[in-house]
């Protein structure tokens, strides 16, 4: 029996690359989430044309579906396949490494039903599931994780061609009235919810939403995807890509030409990622599409890198790490802030009356807020507040958060 203690990973042993990674996946996080509490997402065409400023807000969203969607969660997915990948090589054989990671997990899961259940658009009871089987695989060989990776991710592809042979024909698409439908509620219906004065109202509209949500993985084959990246951030740190080789030009050009020129064709085609194909056109728009996802994630990655090592101390990667440093607590406070601006039940309701530009004005100061907070916060304490607690939770003991005085 292996007698070695499994212990937390400590806070000076952070490799701050991925922190600062985190914190730049967080930023564009927010943007692309900001659509949902904001109303925007739900809101019926015409009234987001009554609310004027349609010109650049419609360039502002071709800007965030071209450089944004799909991007950054790619990268944060990545990022969870190197932490595992991280805590894995450190502890992996240690006594208790399996049953700690499981308990983190279910934690993990616990946090995002909760989550979830507040907003539809959570992330991290998928990411819990997903992990599991992430931590299943832990022991394959390096050649086979990387192949097992792209088969995961391009697996939805080959059901997406099976579904449309099926039933795929049979399911009646709702007109696009907004940027989100239902084939259910109207959008208005789902704004009405949500400009409630009534928790209950709120509650009811999110809980149909989430069902939906839920529903969506299967025509975009979300679960396959998130794990084939958790795989692949495994590799790609294991080989050491991620922190060295994603910044060598002879990577990172080829990465972004990639990127650019499939995210591009992907603009030029009619067709969605989360609607089941009914015909080969779509098809070909999801392949083109999630090429283009993954190429222009891994440039953005490589990039960051070397900015990063060309400028250690710039200003801007030390507000960046602090922020990573607390990813959960921001990811989650994105939510809590999103739904104290924009939901009439709990503060100031700017539900579906802000345009695009405005809503993303508000996304910056929400940052502003975060980084601002985030360099306080580490002055004084070791670890994030959430970070902290699941930690805590996790081992079954209370560790100290405050940095000790010099």
Not at 156 to 179: C, E, R
């Amino acid at each position: 029996m292996n007698q070695k203690e499994m212990k937390p990973t400590l806070a000076k042993n952070r490799i701050i690359f991925l922190d600062v990674l985190r914190g730049f996946a967080l930023v564009g996080i927010i943007y692309a989430n900001i659509l949902s509490w904001s109303g925007l997402k739900f809101l019926p065409f015409e009234s987001i044309k009554a609310l004027g400023n349609i010109e650049t807000d419609t360039t502002l969203y071709n800007l965030l579906k071209f450089f944004v969607d799909t991007k950054f969660y790619t990268i944060f997915s990545l990022l969870f396949g190197i932490g595992f990948y991280i805590q894995y090589s450190r502890n992996g054989d240690k006594d208790g490494f399996d049953r700690t990671y499981l308990k983190r997990l279910g934690i993990l899961f616990a946090i995002g039903v909760v989550h979830a259940l507040c907003w539809s658009g959570d992330i991290l009871t998928l990411y819990a599931l997903m992990g599991v089987l992430l931590w299943s695989m832990r022991k394959l060989e390096t050649k086979n994780i990387l192949r097992l990776s792209i088969i995961l991710f391009t697996f939805p592809l080959l059901l997406d061609i099976i579904y449309m042979y099926t039933f795929a024909q049979d399911i009646v698409k709702p007109a696009a009235t907004a940027l989100k439908v239902y084939p259910d509620m109207a959008p208005d219906l789902i704004v009405e919810g949500f400009r409630s004065t009534q928790y209950i109202d709120v509650f009811k509209t999110n809980l149909h939403n989430l069902i939906w949500r839920w529903y969506d993985f299967i025509p975009s084959g979300r679960p396959f995807k998130v794990l084939g990246l958790f795989m692949m951030g495994f590799y790609l740190h294991k080989i050491g890509f991620i922190t060295d080789g994603s910044k060598k030009l002879k990577y990172l050009i080829p990465l972004l030409i990639l990127g650019l020129g499939f995210t591009g064709l992907a603009a030029t085609m009619s067709g969605s990622v989360a609607s089941f194909s009914k015909d080969w056109g779509n098809v070909l728009y999801k392949l083109t599409h999630e090429i283009g996802q993954v190429t222009l994630g891994l440039s953005y990655v490589g990039l960051l890198a070397l900015l990063v090592d060309k400028f250690p101390k710039f200003f801007l990667f030390t507000l960046l790490k602090n922020y990573g440093q607390q990813s959960m607590s921001s990811y989650l406070g994105h939510t809590f802030m999103g739904i104290f601006v924009f939901y009439p039940f709990f503060a100031l309701g700017y539900f579906g009356e802000l345009t695009l530009q405005e809503t993303f004005q508000i996304a910056a100061l929400i940052l502003v807020f975060q980084f601002v907070f985030a360099v306080v916060w580490f002055r004084y304490f070791s670890f994030g507040p959430i970070e902290w607690l699941w930690r805590c939770a996790t081992y079954g003991k209370w560790f100290p958060i405050r940095k000790k005085k010099n």
